[in-house]
């Protein structure tokens, strides 16, 4: 069956009208953007349905361990940094990492009398998405193969960075390449997570604060800027994840041992709703916690919940930990209620710090966006920050509840 123009139509609507009604598309500019630009032009040999669903990403490339390194990102990602990012007519703007079709939404939103560039460290990526964007009629975005570490100075300086792939920092040239009031969408990582980050720049100040941020997977930044973290095995199906600036140690064999006795239970009485909120608060309001994770193995032979096989926030106290999970429970907003699993000699201490941590934010910060999140590049200073805080190799990134 050959598909005509109106078929394509058609998926493309309601491709504009789920993310709409999942609350994503929130602004005329980026539905009519997502409206004109064809998104199966940029991923040949994907199945259309697949190109239009709102959740899948496209076209991955693998490396040699089967990680991946590229993917056209998926259009519910792409609504939220294009909305973040407040893109309007005759800007120029920088998206760092490439598949040709954000570019071509970038195009479509800056119109003729703006300018997109779009940069990619992988000469594959780079020629996918050239040939997408001459498929699609999108020939006037510039399209560079470079380690987006270091900008692309020769078409700065920029309105807005729109960075689409999972970076620890920020370095000197994106800020440097930035228009003086421009916005920088980023997905950053930091103990252990990556959120998000839409931060807007004031002119007489070299501080980037965010004015919202939200959850978000990418594949990791690869060049110079790449980082790793560790992760120290408990078990050969359990870890610790910690970022690779922490200095936390663990008493593995402990832990070991705990992680084989009998868990204890406790529950918190508040509604489990906004786990990523939560998650945040937990990494960023007290004591450094690493995040746990599982292999599946793990969670079917009953050795940690099936919370943990996405990672999650534990507090480690010696030769004891405890995280949290969830259970059915009517009578929360949310339907279900946040506790708190704990393993070790000291159970019930470290399950009842956990459970002041949680009830704490859920009377006090249970809503999106409550953290205050800034960050300070090397040439600010830095010194009189209180809170959580971590030094990173350009800048200081903190993260405030107050
Ligand atoms: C999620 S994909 C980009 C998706 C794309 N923006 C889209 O619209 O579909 C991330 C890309 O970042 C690229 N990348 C990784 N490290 C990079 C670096 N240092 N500089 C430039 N690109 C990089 C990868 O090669 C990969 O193609």
């Not at 780079?126 to 699609?136: E, K, T, V, Y």
């Not at 949680?358 to 409550?370: K, S």
């Amino acid at each position: 069956m050959t598909l005509q123009v109106d078929d394509f139509t058609t998926l493309r609507q309601a491709m504009v009208t789920a993310l709409r009604d999942e609350g994503l598309i929130t602004t005329e500019a980026v539905a009519a953007a997502m409206m004109a630009v064809p998104r199966h032009d940029f991923a040949p040999g994907e199945l259309l349905e697949k190109v239009y669903q709102t959740n899948t990403t496209l076209v991955p490339k693998i490396d040699a361990q089967g990680r991946q390194t590229s993917v056209v990102s998926a259009s519910h990602i792409q609504a939220i940094q294009l909305e973040q990012a407040d893109v309007r007519p005759g800007m120029n703007v920088l998206e760092i990492g490439s598949g040709g079709y954000n570019a071509a939404l970038i195009a479509e939103m800056v119109g003729p009398t703006g300018s997109a560039t779009t940069v990619d460290i992988d000469a594959d990526v780079i020629d996918r998405a050239r040939a997408g964007l001459q498929r699609a009629g999108y020939e006037q975005v510039n399209v560079i193969l470079a380690d987006a570490e270091h900008g692309v100075s020769q078409y700065a300086p920029f309105d807005r960075i729109i960075v689409t792939v999972g970076a620890w920092d920020i370095p000197p040239a994106w800020l440097d390449q930035l228009t003086p009031d421009g916005r920088i969408v980023v997905p950053l990582r930091f103990a252990g997570i990556t959120r998000l980050i839409a931060f807007a720049r004031t002119p007489d100040d070299h501080v980037l604060t965010a004015d919202n941020y939200r959850l978000g997977k990418f594949v990791p930044m690869q060049g110079d800027g790449a980082a790793d973290e560790q992760l120290i095995a408990v078990t050969p199906d359990v870890g610790l994840r910690v970022d690779q600036s922490s200095d936390l140690t663990f008493d593995v064999p402990a832990l070991r041992k705990a992680l084989h006795t009998a868990p204890v239970e406790s529950w918190s009485g508040t509604p489990f709703d906004m786990p990523d909120e939560l998650e945040l608060y937990l990494l960023t309001s007290g004591p450094e916690l690493p995040m746990l994770h599982a292999a599946q193995e793990a969670v079917d032979q009953g050795v940690v919940n099936r919370t943990v096989r996405l990672g999650t926030p534990a507090l480690v106290r010696g030769d004891t930990f405890a995280y949290r999970i969830k259970r059915e429970n009517p009578d929360t907003v949310s339907g279900y209620e946040t506790g708190v699993i704990a393993h070790g000699p000291q159970a019930d201490q470290v399950a009842s710090e956990l459970l002041d941590m949680i009830r704490t934010w859920a009377g006090r910060y249970f809503r999106r966006n409550a953290a205050r999140i800034t960050y300070h590049p090397n040439t600010a200073d830095a010194s009189g920050l209180t809170g959580w805080h971590t030094t990173k190799r350009h800048g200081v990134l903190a993260v405030n509840w107050s």
